[in-house]
């Protein structure tokens, strides 16, 4: 097996290179759903009016987040047991598998109940798909980076994310604007996207093939121990309080980030009264700065500490949310909406750019990516998959602001938490299977 042992710097960049590209596109195909949901859901759904249609979507984007759980725990199990890389190539296929189905499924009016059922069906598979890819990839980054520059490789996971997010905001914004007519892009255009994602992921598999194995895997792998267990949830149960900690600190970081980031598009248009072009243009360019912030407040990680930052987040999470989200409601111009997500994404980039890296740090290597991935995604299925569906459930019954009480409450929880929590930095698990590999 070809290890990371001696890697040159270019080559470790190769290699996290190889596995953030297909972070990206995995990423794309997962947010395509939501970038192009208002115009597809009168395909799928061509009752009610626009907000129902959008709860019907909603649903079904927060059913795709039960399959994360399960995702997490098949994949990250697989990747514990044969490899971070034979985990992250299966799961490409697996959301290139989902974004064929929905490219290709008719509509209500051809196939009738059929319809949504199909689209219910990919979203599984992309669930299952991003729920093993996030704790892997996250295992991956963080095990292949320097002890010195960890926090900030390991944000590139989120860089990823975010561009992944932005890229179908692109595609949308140009297909708007571009090449396709409102109504061409209602009756038909809204599958290009789909299609493009199913594409990509081919290149993201090719690259994958190339990537390098991360020594601590390799290490352990050598060692042979019958004892060490890798990737059973017995094995992982024996550290119930690094379990706790990564449903805490995920809690109220997820929440956020869905609802500044996902949730923001349908949030301008339906809620602050903005038209889609805008609110879209609006969304691409806060995120495209969001994202140049991951590797910055990551470095910054790698300096003062994990814990630190993460209060920082907290604070001014609880602080602020009903303030920001209170005043975007009811906004007057785009230049006032534009620095509000910018500050509530700033708030957000002391959550995402050092999540990844502080769940590896928790635990040993035979279960991190089973560890890093099952209860991130069983948080993320609860809070963030369910955001847009909260939020437009509390507007539907007339009560919007009750969703902004409601992402305060979790991210002072998650405050809580990181209050208590060791600094993951000075007490890293990779740090510690390092050493005693290196003793071997």
């Known amino acids: 097996m070809e290890t990371s042992r001696a890697l040159s710097p270019a080559q470790r960049l190769r290699s996290i290179f190889s596995g953030s590209v297909g972070n990206l596109v995995e990423w794309y195909d997962w947010y395509v759903y939501a970038a192009f949901s208002l115009y597809f859901a009168k395909v799928f759904f061509p009752k009610g009016d626009l907000t129902s249609q959008l709860l019907n979507t909603a649903a079904i984007f927060a059913v795709g987040f039960l399959m994360r759980p399960l995702g997490g725990w098949l994949l990250g199990r697989y990747a514990d047991r044969h490899g971070r890389k034979a985990a992250l190539m299966l799961s490409v296929l697996l959301m290139c598998g989902g974004s064929l189905i929905i ?71 140009l297909l708007q604007r571009v ?10 255009g809204w599958r290009i996207p789909f299609a493009i994602g199913a594409m990509a992921a081919v290149v993201a598999l090719w690259l994958r093939r190339n990537m390098v194995e991360s020594e601590s895997f390799s290490r352990s792998r050598e060692t042979g121990d019958p004892e060490r267990k890798q990737g059973s949830l017995r094995a992982l149960m024996q550290h119930p309080r690094a379990v706790f900690t990564v449903i805490g600190l995920t809690m109220g970081g997820t929440l956020a980030f869905y609802t500044y980031t996902t949730y923001m598009h349908k949030f301008l248009v339906n809620s602050a009264g903005m038209d889609s072009q805008t609110a879209s243009l609006l969304n691409a360019s806060t995120l495209f700065l969001y994202m140049l912030m991951q590797p910055v407040v990551g470095a910054l990680s790698d300096r003062i500490g994990r814990r630190p930052i993460l209060i920082t987040f907290g604070v001014l999470g609880t602080l602020l949310t009903v303030p920001i989200l209170s005043q975007l409601q009811s906004v007057n111009t785009t230049s006032q909406a534009f620095w509000l997500i910018m500050a509530a994404l700033t708030i957000v ?3 995402t750019a050092i999540n990844a890296v502080v769940k590896a740090e928790l635990f040993p290597v035979e279960i991190r990516a089973l560890g890093v991935g099952l209860p991130y995604a069983l948080t993320v299925a609860i809070f963030g998959g369910t955001a847009e569906y909260v939020a437009l459930w509390f507007k539907n019954i007339g009560h919007e602001s009750g969703f902004y009480w409601y992402v305060t409450v979790c991210i002072a929880f998650s405050l809580l938490v990181y209050v208590f929590m060791p600094d993951t930095r000075k007490h890293s698990r990779i740090d510690q299977d390092e050493a005693q590999g290196a003793s071997r």
């Open 103 to 173: 490219t290709f499924t008719p509509g209500y009016a051809t196939i009738g109940i059929f319809a949504p059922i199909l689209l219910v069906l990919a979203r599984l598979l992309q669930g299952l798909s991003v729920g093993g890819e996030y704790g892997t990839s996250a295992t991956y980054l963080s095990e292949m980076a320097t002890r010195e520059h960890r926090g900030f490789w390991s944000s590139f996971q989120y860089v990823t994310l975010v561009m992944g997010h932005l890229l179908a905001l692109l595609v949308l914004i």
């Open 349 to 351: 980039s002391g959550y």
């Open 179 to 188: 090449f396709l007519t409102d109504e061409q892009l209602r009756e038909w």
